[in-house]
């Protein structure tokens, strides 16, 4: 089955870095584009940016733009997610997304928390 398992989540402080790591088993993950979401606390979820299938970053959210970087390594089925200069409104619970055979399907999460 599909699963997606989200990790690099944690504490940071301001103007810090994390890699959220995104691994993907049960379907063919080179074939598919993928997703970033994030949950931020007490709002609504939101898209933070998509790769294509093969490797580039599309509709990064304005709040991201020059700071966050989304890659993938198709051998290890992997998608990652690199933030820079991290703000304290980016703390939420970072998803992993993939829309499969007309379902969408959800990692459990990893929580980002920057603050000082």
């Known amino acids: 089955q599909v699963q997606l398992v989200e990790s690099g989540g944690g504490l940071v402080q301001p103007g810090g870095s994390l890699r959220l790591s995104c691994s993907a088993s049960?379907?063919?993950?080179?074939?598919?584009?993928m997703s970033w979401y994030r949950q931020p606390p007490g709002k609504e979820r939101e898209l933070v940016v998509i790769?294509?299938?093969?490797?580039?970053?599309?509709n990064y959210a304005d709040s991201v733009k020059g700071r966050f970087t989304i890659s993938r390594d198709n051998v290890k089925n992997i998608v990652y997610l690199q933030m820079n200069s991290l703000k304290p409104e980016d703390t939420a619970v970072y998803y992993c997304?993939?829309?499969?055979?007309?379902?969408?399907?959800w990692g459990k999460g990893t929580l980002v928390t920057v603050s000082s």
């Open positions: 049960g379907f063919t993950a080179s074939s598919y584009f």
């Open positions: 997304n993939v829309l499969y055979r007309s379902q969408n399907y």
């Open positions: 790769i294509t299938d093969a490797g580039a970053g599309l």
